[in-house]
C-alpha cells in the first residue's frame, strides 16, 4: 500500500479526546500506528470535535440558511458560521477516507458528532432529492470506518440491534444518504464484561482486516 496519497480525516468524537485510557482513543493510536507503517507520506487530518467550534442548528444558523438560500445579505455573525460551515464541509469533501472515532453512548454518536453532521449532511453539496429519494453526491470511491468502543457485547439477535443508532445512523447516512462506497467498522466491545486484553486483541485483529479493505 505503500504511496497511496488519498487524504483521511479522523474525526474525533470522544468528550476526552487524546485520554488513551478510552478504548475508542486506544482504537485510534492503533490506527494511526497503522497508517504510519503503511504510508510513506501522512496525509492524515484529526479533528477533535470537543475542541473545535462545530456549529450547531439554532436560530442563527436557520434564519442564516434562510438568508442563503434566498438571496439576502448576510450579517457579520451569519457570514462567519457560513464561513465555519464551508471550511468544515471543504475538509469533508476534500477527504476520501473518513475515520470516526466513537465511545457509544446511550446506543448512540456523541451530540457533538450529531452537530458535526449538521454541517456535512447539506443537499447539493453532499446529496440532492430526487423524486426517487436522496441521492449521494460523494460517489467519487469515498469510504468510511467507525472505530467504536461500547461496554456491551454487538448481539444480532434481533432484540438490541434496532436500536443500535450508532452504526446504523453512520452506515445510512453515510453510503446510503451521500454514496460512500463502504463502510467499515472495528469494534472495542465489551468492555464492561472482558479483560481489556481481550477486547484488543479482538479489535487488533478486526483492524488489521479492515485497515487492507479501507486503502486497497
Ligand atoms: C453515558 C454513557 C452511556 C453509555 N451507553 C452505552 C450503550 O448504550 N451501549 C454500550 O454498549 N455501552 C454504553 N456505555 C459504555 C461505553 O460505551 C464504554 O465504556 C466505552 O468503552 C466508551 O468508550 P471509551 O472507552 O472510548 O470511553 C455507556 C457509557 C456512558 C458513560
Known sequence: MKGKQVKTLIINTHPLYGDNNHFSQKLMKLFIEKYKENFNTYNLEILNLYEQDIPVIDKNMLTMWAAQATGLKLDDSQKQLAKRQKELLEQFKNSHRVVIVAPTYNFNITSKMKDYMDNVLIAR???MYTEDGPKGLMT????????AASGSINVQDGRVSPIEFQN?????AFCDIMGFDSFHIVRAQ???LRTAD??????TRNLDIEFKKFYQ
Open 125 to 127: 453539496e453532499t446529496f
Open 140 to 147: 467519487d470511491d469515498y469510504r468510511v470506518m467507525l472505530l
Open 168 to 172: 446504523h445512523y453512520l452506515k445510512t
Open 190 to 192: 465489551g468492555v464492561a
Open 198 to 203: 481481550e477486547v484488543m486483541m479482538e479489535a
